[in-house]
């Protein structure tokens, strides 16, 4: 079993800068890829950004170009790096880690608010 802390939300203007972080315990050799998602009140969860052991990563539409994806895996971390942020991007972000086997855990999430 992996568990998953995230660290980071909170209140910022719109045009703002925040950095979500995530750190991996239990059993961090079974990770495969690592990912941030965000999901609103009665929404869907959707995807934000993933990023491979290697390093590979993809990014939603919606944040291409405004936000980074970075893992340290010596740290077992990953981080999500928030900028330009708009009053849409206002939702529960939530790490996710999923296994070589296809196992996926989710961390507690953290509140992202962007108001304008």
């Known amino acids: 079993q992996v568990q998953l802390v995230e660290s980071g939300g909170g209140l910022v203007q719109a045009g703002g800068s925040l950095r979500l972080s995530c750190a991996a315990s239990?059993?961090?050799?079974?990770?495969?890829?690592m990912g941030w998602y965000r999901q609103a009140p009665g929404k869907q969860r959707e995807l934000v950004a993933t990023?491979?052991?290697?390093?590979?990563?993809n990014y939603a539409d919606s944040v291409e170009g405004r936000f980074t994806i970075s893992r340290d895996n010596a740290r077992n971390t990953v981080t999500l790096q928030m900028n330009s942020l708009k009053p849409e991007d206002t939702d529960v972000y939530y790490c996710?880690?999923?296994?070589?086997?296809?196992?996926?855990?989710w961390g507690q999430g953290t509140q992202v608010t962007v108001s304008s």
């Open positions: 239990g059993s961090i050799f079974s990770i495969n890829a």
């Open positions: 990023i491979s052991r290697g390093g590979s990563t």
């Open positions: 996710n880690s999923k296994g070589f086997g296809g196992e996926s855990n």
